[in-house]
């Protein structure tokens, strides 16, 4: 599914582990934002907006699925190459 342009995300789960309990923050997101698209993610709290962000922005890993960002695999990345990424191709402007 991967593709040259926008943010392209195939089958992507995450997964906490708290302890005891395991939080399933995303479930099988498939998602296509071509180059130039603007897209709002709104929901509750809770309901995975800011992890969803975090595994785009290379802040985060999926537990499952695979994300593409201009046709980089960044889910393939190691810790090195993902903060060349977050150095190069992402800013951030948090909420808090």
Do not use: C
């Not at 071509?34 to 809770?46: A, D, K, Y």
């Not at 190459?81 to 800013?91: F, M, P, S």
């Amino acid at each position: 599914m991967a593709t040259d342009d926008g943010v392209v995300l195939e089958r992507v789960s995450k997964t906490y582990d708290m302890g005891a309990v395991q939080v399933q923050a995303l479930t099988d997101i498939d998602l296509h934002v071509p180059e130039g698209e603007f897209v709002l993610f709104l929901g509750p709290s809770g309901s995975g907006k800011t992890t969803l962000m975090n595994i785009v922005g290379g802040l985060d890993v999926a537990t499952e699925g695979r994300v593409w960002v201009h046709g980089r695999e960044i889910t393939a990345l190691n810790d090195q190459q993902l903060t060349e990424y977050r150095r190069t191709d992402v800013g951030f402007i948090f909420q808090f």
